[in-house]
């Protein structure tokens, strides 16, 4: 059983930084994707960052230059440093992992669809 397992979120005043880590366990993939997505209350779950097995590292335009993703192969942890942060940026933010075949042609890494497996969230909330 998969299980991801997000923390690290709070509230920052514009400008500040956090921290997220999702703690995954439950799975022996060789080959995977992880991503982090973020809701914003009314709006759509939107793609922030992605890194695969490989290292390939996808970022949203909207995050590029401030976010970075990261990951720790040994603790199973993913995560999201977040510097810079702007009163847009609030949102419950998830963690996501896969490891179906993709098709390069088509895989987009930001998006839901790609991924099976989520973690509950964690609320960032920034204030201006």
């Known amino acids: 059983q998969v299980q991801l397992v997000e923390s690290g979120g709070g509230s920052v005043q514009s400008g500040g930084s956090l921290r997220l880590s999702c703690a995954a366990s439950?799975?022996?993939?060789?080959?995977?994707?992880l991503g982090w997505f973020r809701q914003a209350p009314g709006k759509e779950r939107e793609g922030v960052a992605s890194i695969d097995s490989d290292r390939f590292i996808n970022y949203a335009d909207s995050v590029k230059g401030r976010f970075t993703i990261s990951q720790d192969s040994a603790k199973n942890t993913l995560y999201l440093q977040m510097n810079s942060l702007k009163p847009e940026d609030s949102a419950m933010y998830y963690c996501?992992?896969?490891?179906?075949?993709?098709?390069?042609?088509?895989?987009?890494?930001?998006?839901?669809?790609?991924?099976?497996?989520w973690g509950q969230g964690t609320q960032v909330t920034v204030s201006s």
């Open positions: 439950g799975y022996t993939w060789s080959y995977y994707y």
């Open positions: 996501a992992a896969d490891a179906r075949q993709k098709d390069w042609r088509w895989f987009k890494p930001l998006s839901q669809d790609e991924y099976a497996y």
